[in-house]
C-alpha cells in the first residue's frame, strides 16, 4: 500500500478466536463487527494487522477520513 494512511474495518467476529487475537483486534481501536479505524501505515500497525487479518478488510485512506490526523 502506498497509502499513507489505511482504514480497517473488522468483518468477522472475535468468538472463539484466541485470546491474543483478540488482544491485538483491541489494540488496533477495533471494538465491534463492522466498525472501522483509520490507521497510520507504519510497520508495527501493518505486522498487527497481518497477524489478525483473516478477520479484517484493509483499505488505503487519506486523512480526511479522521480527525485526528488531520492536524499532523
Keep these: 500500500m502506498d497509502a499513507k494512511f489505511v482504514k480497517i474495518t ?5 468468538i472463539g478466536r484466541p485470546k491474543a487475537h483478540r488482544r491485538t483486534v483491541k489494540a ?9 479505524v483509520v490507521k497510520p501505515n507504519t510497520p508495527s500497525i501493518l ?14 485512506a487519506r486523512a480526511e477520513e479522521n480527525a485526528y490526523y488531520e492536524d499532523k
Design 10 to 14: 473488522l468483518q468477522k467476529s472475535l
Design 47 to 60: 505486522g498487527m494487522v497481518n497477524k489478525v487479518g483473516y478477520l479484517l478488510r484493509v483499505e488505503g
Design 28 to 36: 488496533l481501536g477495533l471494538r465491534c463487527m463492522h466498525t472501522s
